[in-house]
């Protein structure tokens, strides 16, 4: 980012800092910030982290566990650990274990009064969306505060989180080096989600394999599965004694249908063939760009380029370091011309439907930024994009795995050009 944008951040956190419900999800963002980017991203996370919320004691938490099953906790729960073992955006988790079967769980409990409050926050959220459209002025305000709404409440459901964390412990179960914790979906409600505990994680020595992991799972299950884990933040990544990572909170989960997936292999595929004028089609076909016809493609294609082209190269052999540079480029965009501005100004716009995708993107962008991980992304992203080989040992790893399995990635290539 650059000063002006830290600075413009600074202004929408004055308002988002008086949004009660908010702040554990601000203190989370802040995680992402590489102090390297710039002097200013390590004050902006320091402020960011100053509005975390405090533990709720256990007593709270009790009472809100006989609220939701409606009688005493032991029925559910042979014992719980009365402090926290991790605290989540808007809540905290305690490790417990199953009254049936003695197996240890995470008992995830939203703070009494978080809907509430967020349900209050959300009515000035078109605030906020205001303020972003100075990013982007052809910005939806109102369509953008809906998303916003939409995905945030439910991200306070944990009924729902629940039923998507079932859905990917199934999809990944028995997965070489990815690890779903199952819900127990029995006892999930509104404020109550209960998973299976992972084991305690380790230390990340292996960056490079660990920052491939993150992308094949959160960027893979978009081609496999057509949904995708939409929040990279580290607490929600754990590296595992046997080498897998293990993965939670599934509140933020969107949706990538073959037909939105297939235009972006296209958008792509006329960026590496350097066609200006198709790729200004295809960003048109995909809501970011009006009147492609009145734009200049060519500045479009550089720009294509400079943020995505070392995605391009699908030699195997060609290894590049998320560094923080390339991350700060990935996650806060780059700097354009005067002229591509004005365009920009006048033509550019962003999909409300593309915001969970474009929050995974640039948290991803800035998770790999912080762990220097380094890959051949390109023959990487070429087993996507093309149907190419597997470029690693993880990469045929799964393969192997989803050959026995249902995948949707087969659907995407067959609506390819």
């Given amino acids: ?19 009660r419900g908010l702040a554990g999800k601000l203190a989370q963002s802040a995680d992402l910030l590489d102090p390297d980017w710039a002097p200013e991203a390590a004050e902006l996370a320091d402020e960011l982290r100053s ?20 009688g005493k906790v032991s029925h559910h729960l042979a014992e719980i650990d009365p402090e926290p073992a991790a605290m989540a955006s808007a809540g905290q988790v305690h490790r417990a274990e199953l009254a049936s079967d003695g197996r240890a769980v995470a008992v995830k409990v939203l703070h009494p009064g978080a809907e509430e409050a967020l349900r209050a926050d959300l ?27 939409e995905r945030v409440l439910e991200e306070y459901d944990l009924e729902h989180e629940a039923q998507a964390q079932r859905g990917f412990a199934r999809a990944y179960r028995g997965h070489p080096f990815i690890l779903v914790p199952a819900p127990v979906t029995e006892l999930a409600r509104t404020s109550v989600l209960v998973s299976e505990w992972l084991p305690d994680g380790i230390r990340v020595d292996d960056a490079d394999r660990f920052g491939e992991a993150l992308v094949r799972f959160h960027l893979g299950a978009m081609f496999h599965l057509g949904a995708f884990h939409g929040d990279p933040h580290p607490g929600n990544h754990r590296l595992l004694p046997d080498g897998r990572v293990g993965v939670v909170d599934f509140g933020a989960v969107g949706r990538a249908e073959p037909v939105w997936l297939a235009a972006l292999l296209d958008l792509a595929d006329a960026a590496d063939g350097q066609d200006s004028a198709l790729m200004a089609l295809d960003l048109a076909a995909l809501g970011y760009l009006a009147e492609p016809e009145r734009v200049d493609g060519e500045r479009w294609l550089g720009l294509a380029l400079h943020l995505g082209g070392w995605l391009l190269d699908a030699d195997p052999a060609r290894r590049t370091t998320i560094e923080p540079e390339l991350g700060e480029r990935l996650a806060a965009g780059a700097p354009v011309d005067e002229a591509l501005l004005s365009e920009a100004l ?18 991803l962008a800035a998770r790999l930024s912080l762990l220097r991980a380094a890959a051949p992304w390109g023959a990487i992203a070429a087993e996507y994009r093309v149907g190419a080989e597997p470029a690693t040992a993880l990469g045929r790893d799964e393969a192997a795995f989803w050959a026995g399995r249902r995948s949707r990635a087969g659907a995407v290539q067959a609506l390819r050009r």
């Fill in 1 to 19: 980012m650059s000063s002006g944008q830290f600075d413009l951040a600074r202004r929408g956190l004055a308002v988002l800092r008086s949004m």
């Fill in 51 to 70: 509005g975390a919320p405090e533990p709720i004691a256990f007593r709270r938490i009790e009472r809100e566990l006989r609220d939701a099953w409606g």
């Fill in 346 to 363: 006048r033509f550019a716009r962003f999909p409300a439907r593309d915001l969970q995708a474009g929050r995974l993107v640039s948290g």
């Fill in 123 to 149: 009515a000035n959220l078109g605030l906020v969306a205001q303020l972003a459209t100075a990013f982007l002025p052809g910005l939806d305000a109102r369509a953008i505060t809906a998303e916003l709404r």
